[in-house]
């Protein structure tokens, strides 16, 4: 009773349930989503957060002290070299889950109306992902970062006409020194923390609110074959949300294990302090745009800079807007979506394969080599 | 219930013991090990003290700000200030005496290099794939003096100092710029040799310097045989001796031979000096015509050669030339062979020849080669060498084990054996020792061009 009681001065008073509202409905697809690569995305970015806020505490954005800074996270700071660790692999696997994620929802069609804008927030956060990973790269200011923006910067001035002011704006000058660092110091930790903070908080309402907006409509697959659990419907009402909860913090601590774990058994990557002077051989872009630099090796900068990726984007951000069919809306592969989702599946499979095939089959001078091929020196 | 809800306990202690995981692999760090050991020893060394030993476990740090180093060197190496463990193995070895080089003022890294700031043995030692500039080891340590000293230190570097010598005697300044150093023709300037010198000596020489004179500095080009002809026909080309040598007495010149002195230089036989060259061969050399030329005047012939002008009367000289003609004609030679080899040097191409020369950079050494004028630098410049980057160096098809693969190494073996890396290389071989290779690469690898603080230059006295 006493139990009670308390718990009844806590939650019951004014103050409580004026903060904290009763929750909406738990809706039928939101009790039966099993993936949750929504969730996990915003688990690593709160990871990459808490990570990346304590990194700063030591960080400076200085070219000749970064470097240093580095080495003591590796050596020094307490707790420094697996936040560092845990802060890298987070981020890498948020670039691959948020993919993911963007290609279940592609499956599912689930961006059909009333979700055609979150779908859009999605597509700006999937943006806002690859800027971050691009700047944070720079950040240790190593070879790897050096040579890696080198050759994002050369994409840049790739482009036709406004290419090489395009690479002066974002470099702050000429070649990558004091200033492309400060640049992508002040992008990584404050305004990309900042703006994905937002939409992922749109994003999340949105998608609730959607939920809601679309009841059944949205799902009319759901009706016809209903999951068999979803007969003893009297519970979900009572202890859904508590359940969902526990579910997705479930996930949350999966993904915590997963990169606690990774990041005790792998160090994340670091070479030599950035040396203008001593080019890599070859030197290659961070690993999620090597496909655009494998694309750019063909030739044609203006295809491969501009039209490709630009038609692949502006494709992907107005695909609901486009798409006229109604049917197939959450159900993975419908047979209505086969040409979609044919057009897509080859899209990644081609986006993966050149990351790949620029990953692992390029050696010096962009020249093919088999990964078990020793490349020659000089 | 969801599959989640049902693993949700397992996983809150899963991730509850990889946080302890995290924190104690934070927290259990390579050099406790050493420094557990460490205190070990420190407690029997204190056992009859009156006082415990007190010690501190966690991280030591030199931090020099002048250099902008930060040395965590001491973390492992804890009895380095102890002149209790001067007998004990490494980590704790205590440091020999270092005298006006305090550890405040210069860290470890300052003459050692490695990785000051790593505190795990592979990274500090190295190489490591993002620290290449590995410790020195002792052979090459003294190159770290010239940071400061620059090349005004003698004995207090020998090694240093006896690279530093060898570079600039050997002519290693013919072909490499180093700084602002003037190059230095140390070899004899090549004019009218047609006039001077025998061609199958010419071919033969030039085939192998060091088997007409051992201790010539001349290094050895390793030319083929069609190669030392063609040079040899290059060098050849224009009239021969000319005017003619008055027949002396040998027995007098002999006599004329010693009192002259000159065996204080040159040797005959095996004996006498070594400052000038070897006479035991020399009439297979060089033609008597020559021969009166070069004692009557040497410095006519080559001003900044040693020899002096002696006055020796032309009488004298004229019996000397005799006395070499006669006893100095060096190991005998089948005469089929000698035809041989001048009928090689007769087939051969000066165009060719003429191209070894330039490719060769026989300019940088030697003077007065007709047809070959200055030609800019030969070989690399070795300015800031010392600071080269591994990646800029390739080791061939030597098998060398990746720990070995330091810049350090590759200068050993370019200068120990120049062409050991691949075929096609220029550098000539002197065939230096073990010795001389390291004082030449201690004297290389000092050479960094870095910028030190102006109140770390210290002079040690001019340069003889």
Redesign the interface.
Known sequence: MAVNTTRNALFENRFWKSAFRGAPPVSKWLRDK?FGLGLINLSLFIILNVTGILLMFYYVPYTDKAY?VI??F???V??G??FRNMHRWSAYAMIVLVFLHMSRVFYMAEYREPREFNWVIGWVLFLCTLVGALTGYLLPW?QKAYWGMTIMSNVMASVPVIGEKLKFVVLGGDEIGQSALTRAYDIHVKVMPLIMGLLIALHVIRGRTDDLLAGSQAHGEHKSAPAPEADNGSDTADCAWS?II??????F??I??II??T??LFGAP???EA?P??T??PAKAPWFFLGLQELLSWGAPFWGAIVVPNAVLLFALLVPYIERGKTGSGVWFHPSRRLQNILFTAFVTVAIGLIIVGALFRGPGWRFYWPWQPWP?? | MNVFQKLFPFLALLSFLLFIGVVWKDYDRPYLEYQRKFKALLDLKAAGASRPAEFRFGIRQRWIKELGIADRCETCHLGLEDPRFKDDPQPFKTHPAIAEHSYETFGCTMCHGGQGMATTLQDAHGPTENWYRAIYQDKFMENSCSQCHGESIQNQAPVLYRGQTMFYEYGCRGCHKVGTKPRTEIGPPLDEMAKRVKTDWMYRFLKSPKSYLPLTKMPDPLFSPQEAADVAAFLLQGPGPEGTVIPGDPALGKTAFLESGCLACHTVNGEGGDVGPDLSGVSSKNYPERLFKIIKDPTALWPEGKMPVLGIPDQDIRNIVAFLTQECTGPALDKSTVAGQDQLVRNASKDRGRELVVKQGCIGCHAKIEGVTEIGELGPDLTTFGAVHISFLDFGHLKVPVKDRTVPTWIYYKVKSPRIFKEGLKMPDYYFNEEESVAITTYILGLKGKEIPASYILPLGKRP
């Open positions: 099993i240093n080495k003591d590796q050596f020094v307490s707790f070299a697996i190593d359940d526990k579910r997705e913090l479930a996930k601590l999966i915590l294990i606690m774990g990041s005790i670091l070479e030599e040396n002077s001593v890599p051989v020196l000089h």
